[in-house]
């Protein structure tokens, strides 16, 4: 093994915490929370995926109020599922005692299909928008948020991040980037305000910012606090890279202590961040609304253009952002081969996160450190993520 693979299964530190090597599972909508609880079908899958050797797991999608769903099956973060998610990180240390636990908390903004919203008569983001989401349920229209809304926004990051500190989480994640909630406001495609939380970037990211300033108030020093963005839109009026620098540069200057640099928009360029077979193909079979249905049919190739896969593919522009900033580097997209691993050690990145390799073998981590020839098998279909509203939730259709 060489000295930069090597590295890669070596202890390092994430802010003040001890992870056990630079192997990090990416936070990921599984679809394994019926009903919006976490439970067995959940804990199942990251208790794999720890006994696979990853230094920490990432609960993805944990949204911090029960509308910032995109779908009403997923989790949101309140004391109802206090008992479920102490239970289940509980669970997972044992099962690995030296693993850390992490939740990406995250807000739908304006792109939701939940036609019953609990506190809001209809989605809210930065802007009055179409809602291409919720067009096919009913609640095609989102609506702009007061200045009211944004600091109960702010408050749901705080207290979200106050439960899971107490219920066990080792660490946070916050998503900034793919077209969500805080994503809308970064984004000049999405954030048309003339007020004093739009126009110029330092007042689009005053949100994210003061998102940010919250959490970190909220669960103190030692709880570290990482942040996902985009480093391109993948749209032609969005975030482009040259002002993703200076973004990273204002989290790196608020505090944050990691990066984590990715790219595409749910609502408008998903493959930009999937690459690989387009998702249209397995959503339109999965999906059970006709008219849904119908709708990618007609317009699947637009929404999810071809964006070949290639190992390392966000790499050169992550560099980019890692010669800008002080704050912990962790890298994403397309390290699936051990060469690829390799090179972003070599690169100077502190962590990787996998998605899609620990998907088709939750194993990844012990069967690399054991054979140096080890290949994941990973084709890059993506069918896995186009099941996430199927029964059951993801899972690898290689594996079967």
Not at 108 to 132: D, E, T, Y
Not at 227 to 243: F, P, Q, R, S, W
Not at 297 to 317: A, N, Q, R, T, V
């Amino acid at each position: 093994m060489s000295e930069y693979l090597d590295k890669a299964f070596t202890p390092a530190k994430l802010g003040n915490l001890q992870l056990k090597n630079r192997i990090i599972k990416a936070a990921t909508y599984e679809g394994k929370t019926p009903d919006g609880v976490p439970g067995e079908l959940l804990q199942t899958f990251h208790k794999e995926v720890v006994a696979g050797g990853v230094a920490m797991t990432t609960i993805g999608y944990c949204t911090t109020e029960a509308d910032g769903r995109i779908n009403d099956q997923m989790m949101w973060l309140h004391e109802g599922v206090r008992p479920q998610l102490t239970s289940m990180i509980r669970e997972l240390k044992t099962v690995s005692p030296d693993v850390t636990v992490s939740g990406q908390m995250t807000h739908c903004g304006n792109f939701s299909k939940i036609r019953k919203m609990q506190r809001l008569k209809r989605p809210l983001g930065p802007s009055k928008a179409f809602n291409m989401l919720g067009a096919a349920s009913g609640a095609p229209f989102a609506g702009a948020m007061t200045i009211k809304d944004i600091d109960y926004l702010v408050q749901t990051y705080r207290d979200a991040a106050l439960l899971m500190k107490d219920v066990g989480f080792d660490a946070a994640e916050i998503h900034f980037g793919h077209g969500y909630g805080l994503s809308q406001f970064i984004s000049p495609r999405t954030n048309k305000r003339t007020d004093e939380y739009g126009g110029s970037l330092e007042n689009r990211m005053r949100l994210p910012l003061r998102v940010l300033e919250a959490v970190k108030t909220a669960v103190g020093d030692g709880f570290p606090i990482m942040g996902k963005m985009n480093m391109t839109d993948g749209v032609g009026d969005g975030i482009h890279l040259e002002e993703a620098i200076e973004i990273a540069a204002m989290f790196d200057s608020g505090g944050i202590d990691a990066l984590i640099c990715s790219g595409g928009t749910s609502p408008f360029n998903p493959m930009v961040y999937f690459r690989g077979d387009s998702l249209a193909v397995g959503l339109i079979e999965q999906q059970t609304n006709p008219i849904a249905k119908l709708g990618l049919k007609l317009i699947g190739s637009k929404m999810f253009k071809d964006y070949p896969y290639y190992e390392l593919y966000f790499l050169e522009d992550a560099k980019k952002i890692r010669d800008r900033v002080d704050c912990q580097m962790v890298y994403i997209g397309g390290c699936t081969e051990l060469e690829s691993l390799e090179t972003v050690m070599k690169e100077g990145f502190d962590f990787v996160q996998l998605g899609r390799p620990l998907i088709k073998d939750p194993n990844y981590v012990i069967n690399a450190m054991a054979d140096g020839n080890y290949k994941n098998g990973c084709t890059h279909c993506n069918l896995c993520a186009s099941l996430i509203e199927a029964p059951g939730g993801i899972r690898c259709p290689l594996n079967e």
